[in-house]
């Protein structure tokens, strides 16, 4: 059984361990340094980035967790987590950092006001059938480097994508009872 860490600075934590769970995983919230140790991997949930960067810069997450990522440990971003997934962002706040890792540029509310928010179905390489897929004021990918993979695409973006043991979705699969992306990263660790 692997122990997946779900980060817990903000976002939407409880949906991500209900869909981990679900999946066969243990999972186990991390704030602090010490809660890394033994992961097989872990998830960045969905919120806001630069709320979720600031505060793993206060808890001190931030170093080694970017430490970890690069050390390999297998990680899935849903929205917000993409963004911090990124190598580079596009219309982050002054002084946004990302925790890096995947070779994407992903531009942050991408889809902009008028479709703020929605939903649609999507074909997803590694899922069965079609996926239903919630966008929140979500990113999407504008650039991917020679290593990645591109898994989904909406509006002619990529929205999901895999480099190596990162996976990232501009949507927010946990927040349906569909738990084949959690399962589809979980059957990786
Ligand atoms: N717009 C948010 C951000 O910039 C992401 C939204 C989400 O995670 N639902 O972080």
Known sequence: TPTVGVLALQGDVVDHRRALEAVGARTRTVRRPEELVGLDGIVL?????????????????REPLVAALRAGLPAYGSCAGMIMLADEIVDGLPDQQTFGGLDVTVR????GRQVDSFET?????????TLHAVFIRAPWVERV??????????????VAVRQGALLATSF??????????HALFAAGL
Request: proline share 6%.
């Open 121 to 129: 179905d999507l074909d997803l390489i590694g899922v069965d059938g």
């Open 108 to 111: 942050r509310n991408a889809f």
């Open 172 to 181: 927010h699969p946990e927040a349906t009872a569909d738990t084949r992306v």
């Open 45 to 61: 949930p969905g919120g806001e980035s630069s709320t979720i960067d600031r505060l793993s810069r206060r808890f001190g997450v």
């Open 145 to 158: 480097g020679a290593d990645v993979e591109v898994l989904a695409s909406a509006a002619g973006h990529p």
